[in-house]
Nanobody, 124 residues
Framework: QEQLVESGGGLVQAGGSLRVSCAAS????????MGWFRQAPGKEREFVAA????????RYADFVKGRFTIFRDNAKNTVYLQMNSLKPEDTAVFYC?????????????????WGQGTQVTVSS
């Protein structure tokens, strides 16, 4: 069973950058597709980005294309989300998730394991 621990959230001004990380505990990290989701107060959890087990294939929500980059380091069992040009509407709790499949997926239902989340707050 994978345990996921996010880190790197915090407070940043609009236009700034932040990188969040997600460390996984299992020994088969490269066999998991990974995703980042976010949830703002009063809103449903939404897809942000996903990456395949090899790291070759990525998928992004339209609202982050060109601003966010997902990547992974399988040797470190870690997936990252680099966030640039942040906007106040990006404020949310960011969650990483792992699925028992090599492919990248955009639907929360397709993920088997979730981290506890890390808060990202963007001030205007």
């Amino acid at each position: 069973q994978e345990q996921l621990v996010e880190s790197g959230g915090g407070l940043v001004q609009a236009g700034g950058s932040l990188r969040v990380s997600c460390a996984a505990s299992g020994r088969t990290f490269s066999s998991y597709g990974m995703g980042w989701f976010r949830q703002a107060p009063g809103k449903e959890r939404e897809f942000v980005a996903a990456i395949s087990g090899s790291g070759v294939n990525t998928r992004y929500a339209d609202f982050v294309k060109g601003r966010f980059t997902i990547f992974r380091d399988n040797a470190k069992n870690t997936v990252y989300l680099q966030m640039n040009s942040l906007k106040p509407e990006d404020t949310a709790v960011f969650y990483c998730a792992a699925r028992q499949s090599l492919s990248a997926a955009t639907v929360p239902f397709n993920y088997n394991y979730w981290g506890q989340g890390t808060q990202v707050t963007v001030s205007s």
